[in-house]
C-alpha cells in the first residue's frame, strides 16, 4: 500500500480580505415582494431555507406526540386514530416537506451558481416557480392534515389508502404529487446549470464533490419523480372515481403499487443522503486541511449510487408477496449498492490521516454524521439480507435503521452544511461555544432515541403501535428520554443562529480559510456573486499546497494557535506554476 | 411469552425451527458489522486525536489517494457482504418453502382480526380488537393452537386491506394480501403462549390486530382437532368440531333449561336435574343402589331412554321424546359436547350464547372509519 506524499510549502500568497461592499444580495433591494418575487437563487435558497425549517419543526412536535404516547404501553396522551395521524403528519411532513428539498433546493440553489462560477442558475424564472409550486404542494398537505388529518402512513399503501381510510387523503395525497414538480424543477436547474454554466476552466474533475452530489441527486429528481406523480395519480383516480387499480375488489393489485411507490421512493431516500454526503467531503477537508483521498472514487460512488439505487426497490417487499427469484436478485443488488456508501466512508477516514484537524461546529456535526451514518449503512445489511429481513421487516429495527440513515445521517449533514456555510449566507458568525455544545447533544441524544429501538425491532415490536405489549416499556421510555434530549438540542441552533443574525461578529470572505469559489467571493455575497470572471485553476481540495481554485493563498485557517507567534509567520511565497495534479497519485 | 413479562433477554425467545435459522446469521452479520463500525471508529478516534491541529504547525501533505487501498475496500466488504446474501438466501429459501407432507391451516385477516380454519373444519378467532367482532367472535377468541416438533403449513388470505402475520418468537413475517393466497410454514420447538403481531398498517385499530400462538404437545394438538379440550382458550368448544355442533343442538333442545351449570349450595339456583359439567367418565350412583360409568353409551342412553338409569338424587322428569328430535348423526354431536363439557364451561341458561346454525346472525357492526379509544 503506497500512498505517495508530498510535503509541499504554501506556494501563494492570500488575497488580501475583500472590502465587504455595501450592497449585497440581502439588501440590493427590500420590501415584501422583492423577496417573493425574486429569481435570484440565493434569495430562493433562503425562501426554501425558512420554509422548511417551518415544516421540520411542524414533523417535530408531530414526532414529540408520537414518542410521548409511547411512553406507556396502551398510549399515554393520545387515541389510536390521533396517533396513527400524527406519525403520518411526522413522516409526511419530515419527507416530503423537510429531507427531500433540504440540501438540494437550500444548498443546491444556493451553493451550485457559485460553487461552478456562474451568476445564478440556468433557469432563474423556474427557480422561483418550484418554490411557489412547493409551497402549493405544502398548502395541499397542510390542509390535509388540518382538516381530519391523514392515517395511512407516509408509504400510503392500498387499498387501505385508496378505499378503506376515511381520513383526508385526497388533498394529501394531492399535496405530495404537487411538491413533487417541484423536486423535478430544482433538479432540471440543477442539472442543466452544472452542464452549461461551469466558469472557465472549472473542468468536471475539478468540481466539488458536493457538485457531483448535486448533480446525482437532480439526475434521481429528474428520472424517479415522475413515476411516483404518475402513482400517485392512480391511487387518487381509484380513490375518487373507484377505478381499480389498486385493490383486487375491483380488479386491481396491492402490490402493484408497491413496486410503483418504491421505485420512486427508494431512491428518494437517495436523494435525501447523497446531497449530505457532498456536505460532508466539503467539510472534512477543509477542517482536516487535506485533499479528499480518491477524489474519483468519492464522486463517481455517488453516481454509482444514482444508478444502482434505482435497482433495488423490490428489497422493501421480500415479505410482500414477491416472487422467490426476483427476491433473489433484489437482495444481490441491495448489496451492490451498499458498496458505494462504504467507499464512502472508509475515503473519508482517509482523508484525515495526516491531516490538522480542528474541531468547529461543522467539523463537529461531520464527525458525527460519519459514526451515525455507519451505524445506518451497516444496519441496513440486515434488512437487505433476506433471511434477517423476514423477522426484522416493518419492526422499529427498520424504524431505527432509517432515522439512523435519515436523521443521523442527513439531517446532521444538513446542520453541519448550515454551521459552515452560515457565515456566507448571512455574513455573520454565531457562537463557537454553543454551536460545538449542540452537536454533542444532538449527537448523545440521537444515541439514546434510536438505539433501544434496535433492541426492540430485534425482540419484534412492530412499527406504527401505540398499543404494545409491556416487556417493551423499558426500552420505549429510553427512547422517549432520548427524544427530549435530542429536542434540546435541535432548540439550540434555532437559538444562537437567530441570535447571531443580530449579534453575531460580522463574518469574512473565507472565515474557514476553505478553497471553493463560493469563499472568493464576499460575504454575502453580491446580488451576481461574482465582480469579474473567475478562472479555475486547480481542483476543490489543495489545502495542502494552500491554494483556493482560483489559485490564490488561503488565509490562516481558524483554530491555529492564534497565541504562538510562530503560526503568526505568513506562508512562503514560491514562485512558479502550480504543480500538475497527477503529481501525486497512490 | 408465558405469562413472564420480566425484562427483555438479551437473546430474543426462540420457539421454531426458523427462529433457529434466524439466529446464527443475526449474529454473523452483527459481528462483521459491529467489527466493521469499531473499526471505523477507531480509526476516527485515532486520527481525531492523532492528528489534531498543533500549534504552529498546519502544513499537511498532499495525498490524492490509492487505487490499491480503495480496490481493498471496495472488494473486501462486497465479498462480506456476499457472505450475508448466500446465508440469508439459505435462510429465506427454508422460510417460504414449506414441506410437502405439513397439515395445512388457512388464516384470514381482515380489519382487525385473525381466524383460523383448521383442516377439519374448526374455526378459532385468533385475536383482534374485540370492539370490532360479532358477539359470536368475540367468544371465539383463543388462540392458534399448533403442535410441538412438527411442520403445519399456514396459507394466509385478507379480506380487506393489507395485513401482516408476524411471530417474533418464530422469527417470521408474511404479508396478508387480499384476493391472493400466500403460505408460510411454522415447526414450533417450544411449549407455551408466543405473540401474534399485524406488522402492516392497517388501520385505526392496527396495534389491536394482536393475538396468540399457544404451542402444545402433539397428541394434544391431535386432540384438539377432535374438539377436545379448550387449547384454543376459549371457553366455547371449537367452533366447526362436533362439541361445536352439539353444544348447538344443545341448546336448540333447550337442555340447559334444566340441566344448568353447577349451582353449588346456597344460590337460588334450584334445577330440576343434574350438570353435566365433567360428568363424562364420572361413576354415577343411580336411585336404589349401584353405579354406572357415564361413557358414550350411558350419555345416549340417558337421552334417548331417560328412565333407563335414574341418577340418585333427581326425579326422573325428564321427556322421554328427545330420541325422536334428534338422528343419530346428530346424537353423536351432542355426546361429544357432552364429553367436552368440563367444569364451569357451560353457560347459564339466560347468557349470552352462540345463536345455532341457520338461526339469523347478529349483523357486524359497520366498520368504524375514526377510532377512539378502545
Known amino acids: ?586 | 411469552m408465558n405469562g413472564d413479562r420480566g425484562p427483555l433477554p438479551a437473546i430474543a425467545e426462540r420457539a421454531s425451527v426458523m427462529a433457529d435459522a434466524f439466529e446464527p446469521l443475526f449474529w454473523y452479520i452483527t459481528f462483521w458489522t459491529a467489527a466493521g463500525f469499531l473499526l471505523v471508529c477507531a480509526l476516527l478516534a485515532w486520527c481525531c486525536v492523532a492528528y489534531r491541529r498543533k500549534p504552529g504547525q498546519i502544513s499537511t501533505p498532499r495525498i490524492l489517494g490509492s487505487h490499491r487501498l480503495e480496490l481493498f475496500w471496495t472488494v473486501t466488504p462486497l465479498l462480506i457482504f456476499l457472505t450475508f446474501y448466500v446465508w440469508g438466501v439459505y435462510v429465506y429459501d427454508k422460510a417460504v418453502h414449506p414441506p410437502a407432507d405439513a397439515p395445512e391451516v388457512f388464516v384470514i385477516g381482515k380489519q382487525w382480526m385473525w381466524k383460523a380454519q383448521y383442516p377439519n373444519g374448526q374455526r378459532v378467532i385468533i385475536g383482534g380488537n374485540p370492539k370490532n367482532m360479532t358477539e359470536e367472535d368475540r367468544q371465539n377468541i383463543g388462540a392458534l393452537v399448533l403442535p410441538l416438533n412438527r411442520p403445519v403449513k399456514v396459507t394466509f388470505i385478507s379480506e380487506d386491506v393489507i395485513h401482516d402475520f408476524g411471530v417474533p418468537a418464530f422469527r417470521q413475517k408474511i404479508d396478508v394480501i387480499p384476493g391472493r393466497y400466500v403460505s408460510t410454514w411454522y415447526q414450533p420447538t417450544k411449549l407455551g403462549e408466543f405473540h401474534v403481531f399485524c406488522d402492516q398498517y392497517c388501520g385505526a385499530w392496527h396495534s389491536l390486530m394482536v393475538g396468540k400462538i399457544t404451542v402444545v404437545p402433539a397428541d394434544e394438538f391431535d386432540k384438539f382437532l377432535e374438539g377436545k379440550g379448550g387449547l384454543q382458550g376459549s371457553p366455547n368448544p371449537v367452533d366447526g368440531s362436533l362439541a361445536h355442533r352439539g353444544w348447538q343442538h344443545f341448546q336448540r333442545l333447550q337442555c340447559q333449561s334444566c340441566h344448568m351449570p353447577n349451582a353449588g349450595a346456597g344460590t337460588k339456583v334450584h334445577p330440576r336435574a343434574p350438570s353435566l359439567e365433567g360428568v363424562f367418565g364420572r361413576q354415577v350412583p343411580l336411585r336404589g343402589g349401584g353405579t354406572v360409568t357415564a361413557d358414550e353409551q350411558y350419555i345416549r342412553d340417558s337421552i334417548v331412554n331417560p328412565r333407563k338409569h335414574v341418577v340418585e338424587g333427581w326425579e326422573p322428569i325428564m321427556p322421554g321424546n328427545y330420541g325422536s328430535q334428534v338422528t343419530e348423526d346428530e346424537l353423536a354431536e351432542v355426546v361429544a359436547y357432552i364429553k367436552w363439557l368440563r367444569p364451569g364451561t357451560q353457560l347459564a341458561p339466560n347468557d349470552r350464547a352462540v345463536p345455532p346454525d341457520g338461526a339469523p346472525r347478529v349483523t357486524p357492526p359497520p366498520p368504524v372509519s375514526t377510532g377512539g379509544k378502545q
Not at chain 1, 112 to 123: H, N, Q, R, S, T
Not at chain 1, 167 to 177: I, L, N, R
Not at chain 1, 238 to 243: K, M, N, P, S
Request: glycine residues 10%; charged residues 10%.
Open chain 1, 1 to 586: 500500500m503506497s500512498i505517495v506524499v508530498a510535503d509541499t510549502p504554501r506556494t501563494a500568497p492570500p488575497p488580501p480580505e475583500p472590502v465587504a461592499p455595501a450592497r449585497n444580495y440581502l439588501n440590493e433591494t427590500s420590501g415584501f415582494w422583492s423577496w417573493l418575487l425574486t429569481v435570484d437563487h440565493k434569495r430562493i435558497g433562503i425562501l426554501y431555507l425558512v420554509s422548511i425549517t417551518l415544516f421540520f419543526v411542524v414533523g417535530g412536535i408531530a414526532a414529540g406526540l408520537v414518542r410521548t404516547n409511547l411512553l406507556t404501553p396502551n398510549g399515554a396522551i393520545l387515541t389510536e386514530d390521533q396517533y396513527n395521524k400524527a406519525f403520518t403528519a411526522h413522516g409526511v411532513v419530515m419527507l416530503f416537506l423537510f429531507l427531500i428539498p433540504s440540501i438540494p433546493a437550500v444548498f443546491g440553489n444556493f451553493l451550485v451558481p457559485i460553487m461552478i462560477g456562474a451568476k445564478d442558475l440556468a433557469f432563474p424564472k423556474l427557480n422561483l416557480a418550484s418554490w411557489y409550486v412547493f409551497m402549493i404542494g405544502a398548502a395541499f398537505m397542510v390542509w390535509g392534515l388540518l382538516s381530519g388529518g391523514i392515517d395511512t402512513g407516509w408509504t400510503l399503501y392500498p387499498p387501505y389508502s385508496s378505499r378503506y381510510s376515511h381520513a383526508s387523503v385526497t388533498p394529501g395525497v394531492f399535496g405530495v404529487f404537487i411538491t413533487g414538480f417541484s423536486s423535478i424543477m430544482t433538479g432540471l436547474n440543477i442539472m442543466v446549470t452544472v452542464h452549461k454554466m461551469r466558469a472557465p476552466g472549472m473542468t468536471w474533475g475539478r468540481l466539488p464533490l458536493f457538485i457531483w452530489a448535486m448533480y446525482a441527486t437532480s439526475f434521481i429528481q429528474l428520472l424517479g419523480t415522475p413515476v411516483v406523480a404518475i402513482t400517485l395519480v392512480l391511487l387518487m383516480v381509484e380513490r375518487v372515481a373507484g377505478v381499480g387499480i389498486f385493490d383486487p375488489a375491483i380488479g386491481g393489485d396491492p402490490v402493484l403499487y408497491q413496486h410503483l411507490f418504491w421505485f420512486y421512493s427508494h431512491p428518494a431516500v437517495y436523494i435525501m443522503i447523497v446531497p449530505g454526503m457532498g456536505v460532508v467531503s466539503e467539510v472534512l477537508t477543509c477542517f482536516s486541511r487535506k485533499n479528499i483521498f480518491g477524489y474519483k472514487a468519492v464522486a463517481w460512488s455517488s453516481v454509482g449510487i444514482a444508478v444502482v439505487g434505482f435497482l433495488v426497490w423490490a428489497h422493501h417487499m421480500f415479505v410482500a408477496g414477491i416472487s422467490y427469484y426476483s427476491a433473489l436478485l433484489f437482495s444481490f443488488l441491495t448489496m451492490l449498492v451498499a458498496v458505494p456508501s462504504a467507499i464512502k466512508v472508509f475515503n473519508w477516514v482517509a482523508t484525515l490521516y495526516r491531516g490538522s484537524i480542528t474541531f468547529q461546529a461543522p467539523m463537529m456535526y461531520t464527525l458525527a454524521f460519519l459514526v451515525l451514518f455507519t451505524v445506518g449503512g451497516v444496519t441496513g445489511l440486515f434488512l437487505a439480507t433476506m433471511g434477517t429481513d423476514i423477522h426484522l421487516h416493518d419492526t422499529y429495527f427498520v424504524v431505527a435503521h432509517f432515522h439512523f440513515v435519515m436523521v443521523g445521517g442527513m439531517v446532521l449533514a444538513y446542520l453541519a452544511g448550515i454551521h459552515f456555510w452560515w457565515p456566507k449566507m448571512t455574513g455573520r458568525m454565531y457562537s463557537d461555544f454553543w454551536s460545538r455544545t449542540s452537536a454533542t447533544v444532538i449527537f448523545v441524544g440521537f444515541f439514546l432515541t434510536f438505539v433501544p429501538q434496535f433492541i426492540l425491532g430485534y425482540h419484534g415490536m412492530p412499527r406504527r403501535y401505540p398499543n404494545y405489549p409491556e416487556e417493551f416499556q423499558v426500552y420505549n421510555v429510553l427512547s422517549t428520554a432520548g427524544a427530549s434530549i435530542l429536542g434540546v438540542g435541535y432548540l439550540m441552533p434555532a437559538v444562537y443562529l437567530t441570535l447571531s443574525l443580530f449579534f453575531g461578529p460580522k463574518a469574512q470572505a473565507n472565515p474557514w480559510s476553505a478553497t471553493g469559489l463560493e469563499w472568493q467571493v464576499p460575504s454575502p455575497p453580491t446580488v451576481f456573486n461574482f465582480e469579474y470572471l473567475p478562472v479555475t485553476v486547480c481542483g476543490p481540495y489543495e489545502y495542502a499546497i494552500g491554494v483556493d481554485q482560483l489559485g490564490r493563498g488561503l488565509p490562516e485557517p481558524p483554530g491555529s494557535g492564534d497565541d504562538n507567534p510562530a503560526a503568526k509567520v505568513g506562508p512562503t511565497l514560491l514562485p512558479g506554476p502550480l504543480p500538475k495534479e497527477t503529481e501525486v497519485v497512490g
